[in-house]
T-cell receptor, first 111, second 115 residues
Framework: QKEVEQNSGPLSVPEGAIASLNCTYS??????FFWYRQYSGKSPELIMS????GDKEDGRFTAQLNKASQYVSLLIRDSQPSDSATYLCAVSKAAGNKLTFGGGTRVLVKP | DVKVTQSSRYLVKRTGEKVFLECVQD?????MFWYRQDPGLGLRLIYF???????EKGDIPEGYSVSREKKERFSLILESASTNQTSMYLC??????????????FGPGTRLTVT
């Protein structure tokens, strides 16, 4: 079992719809959770960080964390073609500062 | 804004050459990281450093070494480049967390080709 798992996609979403991305992790000691967006040929760009159970909203993005079920999700509302990218989930343990990345979910937003 | 810069965007080297990749951050971050990213394998940590002259191995340190002589600069060294080290190399930095981790910020990446 991989430490951080994501569906590789592609997740095809019509413009204006909600894109829902999921990430599960195996280490119950994980404390910090991050979502990155990566355009083709570019480096990862931080979108959201979340540390406690529940929802965290930032503009069109909402991160949801459920530590009991060991999953973290990302919702993209009003999806735009410019949201087409690979989204990486990253997880960190409390005692360290290293991140473990999932393989990423490719999102395609179709006009 | 955090700024992480890498010395080259594209680099072509020959097998057996010694290769230096440099990374500089301007936000006084304690942590610095080197990753490589390959299709199908994702992002993998090579080395990281939480202080000057300190380093720790990541998941795939073989064939690499690092140097951190100044807080803002972290260098990745390929002692004798091989074709299987052809990859995208990404540097990142973050504050040093205690109870939880801080966000990592990435540089633009260096696409290294070893022929």
């Amino acid at each position: 079992q991989k430490e951080v798992e994501q569906n590789s996609g592609p997740l095809s979403v019509p413009e204006g719809a909600i894109a829902s991305l999921n990430c599960t992790y195996s280490d119950r000691g994980s404390q910090s959770f991050f979502w990155y967006r990566q355009y083709s040929g570019k480096s990862p760009e931080l979108i959201m960080s979340i540390y406690s159970n529940g929802d965290k909203e930032d503009g069109r993005f909402t991160a949801q964390l459920n530590k009991a079920s060991q999953y973290v999700s990302l919702l993209i509302r009003d999806s735009q073609p410019s949201d087409s990218a690979t989204y990486l989930c990253a997880v960190s343990k409390a005692a360290g500062n290293k991140l473990t990345f999932g393989g990423g979910t490719r999102v395609l937003v179709k006009p | 804004d955090v700024k992480v810069t890498q010395s080259s965007r594209y680099l072509v080297k020959r097998t057996g050459e010694k290769v230096f990749l440099e990374c500089v951050q301007d936000m006084d971050h304690e942590n610095m990281f080197w990753y490589r990213q390959d299709p199908g394998l994702g992002l993998r940590l090579i080395y990281f450093s939480y202080d000057v002259k300190m380093k720790e191995k990541g998941d795939i340190p073989e064939g690499y070494s690092v140097s951190r002589e100044k807080k803002e600069r972290f260098s990745l060294i390929l002692e004798s480049a091989s074709t299987n080290q052809t990859s995208m190399y990404l540097c990142a930095s973050s504050l040093l967390g205690s109870g939880s981790s801080y966000e990592q910020y990435f540089g633009p990446g260096t696409r290294l080709t070893v022929t």
